[in-house]
Nanobody, 130 residues
Framework: QVQLVESGGGLVQAGGSLRLSCTAS????????MGWFRQAPGSEREFVAS???????????YVSESLKGRFTISRDNSGNTLQLQMNDLKPEDTAVYFC????????????????????WGRGTQVTVSS
């Protein structure tokens, strides 16, 4: 079992920044991928970014093409804390942001398929005012 706890959400004005964190605990040893997804009101949950860790690539980071340049994903040295730095936020970034953990990792590219993730956090609200 893996437990995920997100933090760092809040209310910010357009153009501002927020940094989300997700801490994983439990059985986190071995190849894995941690990812961020978001779900806006009335919309489906969508992929934001992922960070894979494996023997083939210990730092496989990927950000959705539409968010590159504004969002950055990173992990701490332990590999158990995932962060999402969000800059130049826009009202359309308003959503609940979820952290997820998968027991698989790819050598390159992002893991955007939600059904490949085994564990999910409860989410943290991000609201961007215009």
């Amino acid at each position: 079992q893996v437990q995920l706890v997100e933090s760092g959400g809040g209310l910010v004005q357009a153009g501002g920044s927020l940094r989300l964190s997700c801490t994983a605990s439990g059985r986190t040893v071995g190849s894995n991928t941690m990812g961020w997804f978001r779900q806006a009101p009335g919309s489906e949950r969508e992929f934001v970014a992922s960070s894979g860790k494996s023997a083939w690539n210990p730092d496989n980071k990927y950000v959705s093409e539409s968010l590159k340049g504004r969002f950055t994903i990173s992990r701490d040295n332990s590999g158990n804390t995932l962060q999402l730095q969000m800059n130049d936020l826009k009202p359309e970034d308003t959503a609940v942001y979820f952290c997820a953990f998968a027991t698989v990792a790819y050598k390159s590219g992002g893991l955007s398929r939600q059904d490949r993730y085994n564990y999910w956090g409860r989410g943290t609200q991000v609201t961007v005012s215009s």
